[in-house]
């Protein structure tokens, strides 16, 4: 399981990408804006798929649900963790 990082953690080190943009085009900006380990193993736990904006790579991250978001958040974003459009079996598995 990835270390729990918060929303605001993950945009800090995806200033600089142009969306839209892929799994690894965005672990790639992580890793060159010196993001820690734990937002880099966050994004690299998000489904390979093209992001249209800083909205749905948030949506897709796993974050830590304590990190100022409410229990109900925490569940929408459990049920949602890809972006719309993306079918079952073209997520990566948990």
């Known amino acids: 399981m990835t270390d729990a990082t918060t ?3 993950v945009l800090q080190y995806l200033v600089d ?6 799994k690894e085009v965005l672990v790639a900006a992580a890793e ?3 993001a ?4 880099v193993r ?6 390979p798929v093209e992001y249209r904006n800083r909205a749905e790579v948030v949506r897709s991250v796993p974050v830590d649900p304590g990190a100022g978001r409410s229990a ?3 569940a929408e974003q459990a049920s949602t963790h890809a972006p719309a459009g993306v079918a079952e079996h073209m997520r990566e598995p948990r």
């Open 17 to 22: 990408v142009d969306y839209p943009a892929g």
């Open 32 to 34: 060159r804006a010196g």
């Open 36 to 39: 820690p380990d734990a937002v």
């Open 72 to 74: 109900s958040r925490a």
């Open 42 to 47: 966050s994004l690299r736990a998000i489904p």
């Open 7 to 9: 929303p605001d953690q």
